[in-house]
Every structure is written in C-alpha cells, then in structure tokens.
Nanobody, 123 residues
Framework: QVQLFESGGGSVQAGGSLMLSCTAS????????MGWFRQVPGKERDFVAI????????YYADSVKGRFTIFKNVARTTVYLQMNSLKPEDTAIYYC????????????????WGQGTQVTVSS
C-alpha cells in the first residue's frame, strides 16, 4: 500500500520561505497527478499547486502564482512545494495528494493523502 509523507512545515515571518516535501513509500507509485492542498479550520481543503507526474504541466491557484513553485523528483517519488514571499494568509495545514484521474488538474480525483504539515506565517 502506498503512503504519502509530508515534511518541511514550520513557522516563518511574512516574506520568508519554506519548502515542503512529499515522498511516497510502498509499492510502485505512478499517479497521473500530484498536488499540494491547504486547509484552515472551518474551511474546505483548497488546491494550491498541481503537477502532472509524467510530464511538466503545472497548475497554480491564483493566490500563489509567482510565489510558489511545484516540482518533482520522479526517481525519488517526491514532490516539492517551494514557497516564497509567504503571507499570513498562507497559514494553513498543507496536504500532499495523489490522483489517478484524468481530471487531476482540476483538483478532483485525489484519493491518497498525506497526514499534513502545518505552515504558520506571522506578520
């Protein structure tokens, strides 16, 4: 069974940077898309950035375009999220997800999740 493990969260001041990592372990891992999502208490989980696993297509939420970059290391079954120019509104629990759906780029069809990692940005 494949499991996803996130790391790299923490606390940072506004304007700072963090890089999140998500590594898959278990049997052969070959999703169609991988994504980073975030959730704050009382709200739904929103997509942040998505990448096609066997390709270079990337998709970003408008709120993070130009500040966040998603990239991957297929050989190590790891996907990263480089977050720059962080803002207090980026504070959330960040989740890594995997999708085997052709609609992965819409943020739908993600049925494998990591445990989440907290990101806190102070003003």
């Amino acid at each position: 069974q494949v499991q996803l493990f996130e790391s790299g969260g923490g606390s940072v001041q506004a304007g700072g940077s963090l890089m999140l990592s998500c590594t898959a372990s278990g049997r052969t891992f070959s999703p169609i898309g991988m994504g980073w999502f975030r959730q704050v208490p009382g709200k739904e989980r929103d997509f942040v950035a998505i990448i096609r696993w066997n390709g270079d297509n990337t998709y970003y939420a408008d709120s993070v375009k130009g500040r966040f970059t998603i990239f991957k290391n297929v050989a190590r079954t790891t996907v990263y999220l480089q977050m720059n120019s962080l803002k207090p509104e980026d504070t959330a629990i960040y989740y890594c997800g995997a999708s085997s759906s052709g609609y992965y780029y819409t943020g739908r069809g993600y049925n494998l999740w990591g445990q989440g990692t907290q990101v806190t940005v102070s003003s």
